[in-house]
């Protein structure tokens, strides 16, 4: 396998690997990295559908991708799914996936037309003081000490930043600027989370810093993640013979382990409390999804806190029981055993009252039921005890939604603090309680707002143990190689597995790009798999977001005036010095 990038391989057709008609793919999990490979799998690796099956302990696919309607509860979202245009293996993926929604086009296509012709931004990226605007809400505010974090740490190499803490790296200014209040809740980063992981975003992203305040760089889906990425992708596979098994249980793996060979030899599963499984060959191939992010998650409803779920958690003991037959197998520990620094919740509401709709428009300074762009991603309230966010996707978000409802989608990362109305942690919460911190944060009068939360609204809290766990701090060997060395017919997919491109997880990519190296190497597919872009390369987004770091500020020539003059004077003209002005580094 090999990365690659450009429009020389980006449209090949790799021929079909001799025997490939004689293997078998099982996958163990359904998520999205499941259902990618699986689509590799036919689409580059020309294996027969009807060869791969898909194994799931739930009972519908798609993992974190998720949207459903509870009848008893409300519609449920856990999260939800920020992209753009450089997701360069998700795109290659959906762009063979023919979409549910417009007839005759890709899931690429639609999504491209969507967003051309109602391009995303937020008109209120933060707000203060139960709604109000907040002032110099574009600047990041990062000072001179804070630039200089940024910049140590673009610079620093990987193992600089092996097993330390964001707090153990960064400094008081930075913590107190925009930047970081955009940054994290953008991402849900925590102080406590790695400092590793945090470079690896600003490498990945520096094109993203422009749209930091604004959400001007994001895209998002027409409906929620499952009905606008899972279904077209699961009607593909099914369309193509895919068989998938739900409602059981992977409990263990079993390998024959020899010096510079590896050969995953039984899946071993239950099934309506019946022990089963399937013996493997060297040319039966397994992908495993290993960890969770969405494990034990619990909802709750209106009247019902949603609880914390600590229990046994399938995904992860079967990592825990695969990872002690093997160094080269990870170290799940490092990301599961830590609950209280890995779970946050969020919660999602569904306007019943007419009255709400107006405080959501007053904020996101449109109209929620126009179609189109609504919040443009999160709404932060800074002041927020609980440090809560909110957004309002286009609606409606559901297809069977009614016409007059709107469904939002609401977060905190400090849910066991006080909240500013209610005054009990997030985690403590009934959905009618954390629907009334959210409009004390709209603006609703104080006097309104009980009466609002009880029959204005339906909310259903989701709490999440696992949420993010891959943010633990991480050292090399934590996560196993996608394609550990010496295996001949397995590998390993999703967050918990390690790429060896400068990908970042918490994102679809990186779902979709595990498998794909998994797939291209099993099968020795002849096309290279896109490389990550190269924003992290190229001079003009360096600049561009340099720009944007100072706030608007020239550069600081250093030295007397006289010197920064012949400096200024020796560029002028010259392509540096173009370059230099056109990003409003230096005087025009």
Known sequence: MEYTSGNYEAFVRPRKREGVENKTAWFVGSGLAALAGAAFLIRDGHMPGDRITIIERLGLPGGALDGIDEPDKGFVIRGGREMEDHFECLWDLYRSIPSLEVEGASVLEEF???NRDDPNYSLQRVTQKQGQDVANKQLLTLGPDGEKDIVRIFMATREDMEGKRINEVFGKEFFASNFWLYWRTMFAFEEWHSALEMKLYLHRFIHHIKGLADFSTLKFTRYNQYESLVLPLVNWLSGHGVKFHYGVEVTDVDFDIQPGRKQATRIHWTENGQAGGVTLGEHDLVFMTIGSLTENSENGDHHTPAALNTGPAPAWDLWRRIAAKDDAFGRPEVFAGHIPETKWESATITTLDERIPEYIAR???????????????????KDSSWLCSWTVNRQPHF?????????????????????????????????????????YHLGVPVQDIPELAATGARAVPVMMPYVTSFFMPRKAGDRPDVVPEGSVNFAFIGQFAETRERDCIFTTEYSVRTPMEAVYTLLGVERGVPEVFNSTYDIRKMLGAMHVLRDGRELDVPGPKLFQHLFLKKVDGTQVGNLLKEYKLIPE
Do not use: H
């Open 112 to 114: 491209y037309y969507l």
């Open 363 to 381: 904020i996101c300074k449109r109209d929620p039921f126009n179609g189109k762009v609504v919040s443009g991603g999160i709404v932060t309230a």
């Open 399 to 439: 297809k069977k939604q009614s016409k007059s409802q709107i469904v939002v989608w609401f977060y905190s990362l400090f849910v066991e603090k006080a909240g500013d109305f209610v005054k009990k942690p997030m985690q403590d919460c009934t959905g009618e309680e954390i629907v009334q911190e959210w409009l």
